[in-house]
């Protein structure tokens, strides 16, 4: 069974500071890779893909990706307290795009100004 | 990003009543929709893949006679809840991809949040 481990949480940090999200994935065949961003009583909202090996960067937002090790984290930088959600890591295999996603239980990001 | 739309956003019922939820992706034709439950403080739920013009593919303890999903056109699917119950109350959210590469990113719609009572 394909399985997603992100720390439990919940993880807190100052405004201004780096916030570091990690994930791991058990299926080795993976390819793509989310993270989504969920504020409570809302839907999750898409803000980072990646899917090639190496870092990605969007912003304030930096998605590295390590397939040998099965790792996949976010970075966000000058973090602020709009960032304050719970951030789900999301893999898909290689079958496609109707392939459904696998996620994470979430990890709840608070930002203190 | 892409935009996907859910009516209604709320909606209160009563027990024994069916409610039905949709579901439409306002500027991309979506060839694969998903329908997830979550609770309060919660994980998402998968509950059943939905693809245009077939049945739709549902979860493991998913009852597919109590949640009926028709994914009519390319733009829109629905979700039927029938006979609910207090216990069917959730926050029930859609999501769209829109082709069939593995790099096409999943969007999700707004959520609708059921009330049975």
């Known amino acids: 069974q394909k399985e997603v481990e992100q720390n439990s949480g919940p993880l807190s940090v100052p405004e201004g500071a780096i916030a570091s999200l990690n994930c791991t994935y058990s299926?080795?065949?993976?390819?793509?890779f989310f993270w989504y961003r969920q504020y409570s009583g809302k839907s999750p909202e898409l803000i980072m893909f990646?899917?090639?090996?190496g870092d990605k960067e969007d912003g304030r937002f930096t998605a590295q990706l390590n397939k040998a090790s099965q790792y996949v984290s976010l970075l966000i930088r000058d973090s602020q307290p709009s960032d304050s959600a719970t951030y789900l890591c999301?893999?898909?295999?290689?079958?496609?795009?109707?392939?459904?996603?696998?996620f994470g239980k979430g990890m709840k990001l608070t930002v203190n100004p | 990003g892409a935009v996907v739309s859910q009516h209604p956003s709320r909606v209160i019922c009563k027990s024994g009543t069916s409610v039905k939820i949709e579901c439409r992706s306002l500027?991309?034709?979506?060839?694969?929709m998903f329908w997830y439950r979550q609770f309060p403080k919660q994980s998402l739920m998968l509950m059943a893949t939905?693809?245009?013009?077939?049945?739709?593919?549902?979860e493991q303890g998913v009852e597919k006679d109590k949640f009926l999903i028709n994914h009519a056109s390319l733009t829109l699917s629905t979700l039927t809840v029938t006979s609910a119950h207090p216990e069917d109350s959730s926050f029930y959210i859609c999501?769209?991809?829109?082709?069939?590469?593995?790099?096409?990113?999943?969007?999700f719609g707004p959520g609708t949040r059921l009330t049975v009572t």
């Open positions: 999501s769209a991809v829109a082709g069939g590469s593995v790099k096409d990113e999943q969007y």
């Open positions: 299926d080795r065949g993976s390819q793509s």
């Open positions: 990646i899917y090639s090996n």
């Open positions: 999301a893999v898909k295999g290689p079958q496609g795009g109707s392939e459904k996603l696998v």
């Open positions: 500027d991309f034709q979506a060839t694969t």
């Open positions: 939905s693809n245009e013009g077939s049945k739709a593919t549902y």
